[in-house]
């Protein structure tokens, strides 16, 4: 059954901070991307096989005449050596079966090339989403936290690398789990300033050390192929893939980082929205974040005067194959914890996109487990 009154409140949608904006949007973006890819990828091949199936449907079409035609003159020369050959000649079968695959291969080297344009444009669209992202969260770190340092400050050439000095110097963040993705975005950018300035294009030959670096580990993901004198270079969509992961993955850990540099405001207060269905008058304790086997447990205790609640919320968040949502109601007695807990079961978004978007990566398989028991 449907409960239209908790229906009715996640209508009206909550105003979230502006850092906790910044990660929901990025987040929204990604998915953009990814359907993007997926959709265009997926008219270009019903394109190309529309076009290859009319192209062979024309070539059976005429094959009937012309087997018919090499038929007559076959069997009027049948005794002659060459007579499969001339009846082939004069019949046109031979200029057609070259025709026909002279067409496919141009059909196949138009969409190959349409596809390694749009992946190259898509590399440097996807780079241009990470740098603009970035860049303004670190703008919305000075408001939040009020540094008297700004980003351009630190202002440099390698624009990406400043940003990095900016966290790591100024906003005091934990690093070492983003050090991995920096060092992957910065082939991402010399990769997207090569497609940019010239196509990709390297005229002379000689490729850039860097370039070298990048190719000899991309596992097929980055092609060189001659271009004139020269080389040019070609992406393939798994590059994209990845880096669409990567980025998922990079601001993912840039929240939890975030979250625990300001006391976990973003992940409170979006708890505290949803569970303010079961009171208004509910307090929760600061949460508490505990790294365990393939994930992480989050415990807060809930408290209401108007409702007599004293309990703990655990949560629990760890790697799987699929996402699934498990929730325990050990608070048997109040109605309001348990139309909450039937309420979250019957629509798991409520867990997985107003509590945890951003903490975890859309794409990514978790198993969560929401938990409400008596604190004593």
């Not at 990709?200 to 097929?220: T, V």
């Not at 840039?254 to 079961?278: A, P, Q």
Request: include cysteine.
């Amino acid at each position: 059954m449907i409960d239209f009154g908790y229906s009715m409140y996640f209508l009206n949608l909550r105003t979230p901070l502006p850092l906790d904006r910044l990660f929901i949007e990025v987040d929204e973006k990604l998915r953009l991307f990814d359907e993007h890819q997926a959709t265009t990828f997926g008219l270009y091949n019903k394109e190309k096989q529309a076009l290859l199936d009319a192209n062979k449907s024309s070539f059976e079409e005429v094959l009937v005449g012309v087997r018919r035609e090499y038929e007559e003159v076959y069997n009027g020369m049948r005794d002659d050596e060459h007579a499969h050959d001339y009846a082939r000649h004069i019949s046109g079968m031979d200029s057609l079966y070259y025709n026909a695959q002279s067409q496919d291969e141009s059909i196949n080297q138009r969409f190959e090339d349409l596809y390694h344009y749009f992946t190259k444009s898509s590399l440097a669209q996807a780079y241009a989403l990470l740098e603009s992202e970035l860049r303004s969260f670190c703008n919305h770190l000075q408001s939040s936290l009020g540094y008297k340092i700004g980003l351009e400050h630190l202002k440099q050439k390698d624009y990406l690398q400043s940003m990095s000095n900016y966290l790591e110097l100024v906003a005091d963040l934990e690093m070492a789990a983003l050090k991995q993705y920096f060092t992957k975005f910065s082939q991402i950018q010399f990769l997207r300033n090569k497609i940019m300035h010239n196509g990709g294009a390297f005229p002379s030959g000689k490729l850039p050390s860097e370039l070298n670096a990048i190719y000899s580990r991309s596992n097929g993901d980055i092609r060189l192929v001659g271009h004139g004198q020269g080389k040019i270079l070609l992406i393939e969509a798994q590059l994209l893939r990845n880096l669409s992961d990567d980025l998922k993955n990079f601001f993912s850990q840039l929240l939890w980082i975030t979250e625990k540099k300001i006391g976990y405001k973003i992940f409170g207060d979006r708890l505290h929205y949803i569970l303010r269905l079961v009171a208004d008058d509910i307090r929760l304790s600061t949460p508490e974040f505990l790294a365990i086997r393939r994930g992480i447990q989050i415990t807060t205790c809930l408290t209401s005067v108007i409702e007599s609640l004293d309990i703990v919320i655990k949560i629990t968040v760890v790697d799987a194959n699929r996402q699934t949502l498990d929730v325990m109601d050990q608070v048997e007695t109040h109605k309001g914890i348990s139309r909450l807990s039937s309420y979250l079961l019957m629509d798991k978004s409520i867990i997985l996109q107003r509590l945890l978007q951003g903490f975890v990566p859309a794409t990514k398989g978790v198993a969560i487990t929401f938990m409400f028991y008596p604190k004593h």
